[in-house]
């Protein structure tokens, strides 16, 4: 500041106009009314900051000074960072990955019956914990738990707000200072800070290993189980698989051991699927209904991944247990919210037509879309594709596998079509690829690919009408304002 001669000073601040004024003029009127008048004159004001701060610069580098403020440009500054400020970070995106239940774009994507439900229960008062028929206080699990017995054959059920705490609060209520024995080769991490072992001990129970990484036995269970043991626990190893010389002593013989000794057995599913998946050409999953029926006394397993529903963990299991666990202080933290009952009870509705599930649960829908008519969408997508990266870039249509995603067998398997971008003079893609990853992404609803084997690749699996019909769109506008 002190580097502006007095007199320059004032000569500078006399060009810029009063904030009364501006927020009384009529190019301000829409924004006030628009965003209100706190917001406005806060952005106005920051405006109005960033202009004296370039006219005090331009000053002190004896540049020519800046032109008074024009209202109209004042205007469209003001509305601009309103805008941005504004704009939710919470953006809609194409997910043309290859991995249908991507945890980091959201996992499941959820049917119209859901979307209708959550408006509802958004806008409208609703019996969450009130029973109708008493008129007394209710239990908000007596919405979801019929159905979900239903679903799976389990005596009792209860919803937390996802599967590690599902996980959690299970470990919590059946075995706080007792030991739960596992298997070496079921000591997973599913991404992020989900650790079996760190899980066990923030519950206060005591992990006793058994077994080794690739195999484990069932004396070796047999052999752990002492008077402070509390579970058997089981783990679905979700995103790896061992393979070669390997044993893992399955439920159907680690149960009976258990309810011999007195012992519950948990099983920590992951996936966890309500259907046999095979019947739709997919990969085998052990089912929560078989899982149950093979003497699991406790199951646990996500609501957004295989099942299609919204984030939620599911336990499932023996009355008596069940009861122990809704009784436990956690449960109260964990609990879900009116919004994922909502989303969910339709979710579950649409597994009573299992010959309709391919059609109207979107996750089995994207999983089952046959390679041909993804292939169509490709050859659709692929010219415009092509126009809007131009000369630089060939885009073809090629055959590609999707993945399952969310831990749900973690290979391709799943036969599929996209479009592949490489350098059009046949040069390794390197930093021009990641640009154009880049740019993608910062469309104005970024379309999100992958890099593999020096090219960009988009899967199609993911882009059903609608959204093709967007991003055609897109892209068009894209190369029109070339
Ligand atoms: C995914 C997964 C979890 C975590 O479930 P969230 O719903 O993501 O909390 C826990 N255990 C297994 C085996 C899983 O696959």
């Not at 000074?65 to 919470?90: K, M, W």
């Not at 590690?164 to 298997?183: C, F, I, P, Q, R």
């Not at 991404?191 to 079996?196: E, L, N, P, Q, W």
């Not at 406790?298 to 919204?310: E, M």
């Amino acid at each position: 500041m002190s580097d502006v001669s007095g007199s320059e000073l004032r000569a500078l601040m006399a060009r810029v106009p009063s904030v009364e004024k501006v927020m009384a003029s009529a190019e301000f009127a829409p924004l006030v009314s628009g965003y209100g008048r706190t917001q406005v004159l806060n952005a106005l004001r920051d405006a109005l900051d960033a202009w004296r701060l370039r006219a005090q610069s331009a000053d002190a580098e004896g540049n020519p000074p800046l032109g008074a403020l024009d209202s109209a440009q004042l205007q469209a500054t003001v509305e601009a960072a309103l805008r941005g400020r504004n704009e939710s970070r919470l953006r809609s995106v194409f997910n043309l990955t290859g991995t249908v239940l991507h945890t980091n774009l959201g996992r499941a994507l959820l049917p119209d019956e859901s979307v209708r439900a959550v408006m509802t229960a958004l806008t409208q008062p609703a019996n969450l914990e009130f029973d109708l028929a008493t008129g007394k206080r209710g239990d908000r699990d007596d919405l979801i738990d019929e159905l979900i017995c239903e679903l799976t054959g389990a005596e009792a059920a209860t919803v937390v707000n996802n599967n590690a705490a599902a996980v959690l609060l299970t470990l919590s209520a059946l075995a706080a200072k007792k030991e739960v024995v596992v298997s070496r080769g079921e000591l997973v991490e599913i991404g992020g800070a989900f650790r079996i072992p760190d899980i066990m001990s923030r519950a206060g129970a005591k992990l006793r290993e058994v077994g080794t990484t690739n195999r484990t036995h069932l004396k070796d269970y047999d052999e752990a189980i002492n008077a402070r043991t509390a579970l058997l626990m089981k783990v679905h190893a979700s995103n790896y698989a061992i393979s070669g010389f390997t044993k893992e002593a399955g439920l159907a013989e680690i149960a009976p051991l258990a309810h011999a000794r007195g012992l519950a057995v948990a099983v920590d599913l992951g996936s966890g699927t309500l259907v046999d998946l095979s019947e739709w050409g997919l990969p085998r999953e052990p089912t929560v209904r078989e899982t149950v029926e093979a003497g699991a006394d406790i199951v646990t397993f996500s609501g957004d991944k295989l099942l299609g529903g919204p984030q939620a963990g599911l336990i499932v299991g023996r009355r008596d247990l069940i009861a122990k666990i809704k009784k436990h202080p956690l449960k109260r933290a964990l609990r879900v919210g009116k919004l994922t009952l909502a989303a969910l009870e339709p979710v579950l509705q649409l597994y009573r037509a299992p010959e309709k599930l391919a059609e109207r649960l979107t996750t089995l829908r994207l999983l089952t879309r046959s390679a041909d008519e993804i292939h169509s969408a490709a050859q659709r997508v692929q010219l415009v594709l092509q126009q809007a990266l131009g000369a630089r870039y060939t885009v073809a249509a090629e055959p590609m596998f999707s993945q399952i995603g969310s831990g749900a067998l973690p290979v391709d398997v799943l036969p599929s079509h996209g479009l592949v971008v490489r350098m059009a003079d046949g040069k390794r893609g390197g930093r021009h690829l990641l640009a154009l990853e880049k740019q993608l992404r910062e469309m104005a609803r970024p379309v999100i690919g992958r890099i593999a084997d020096d090219a960009l690749r988009l899967d199609l699996r993911c882009l059903e009408a609608a959204d093709e019909a967007q991003l055609i769109a897109q892209l068009t506008a894209q190369y029109q304002g070339k």
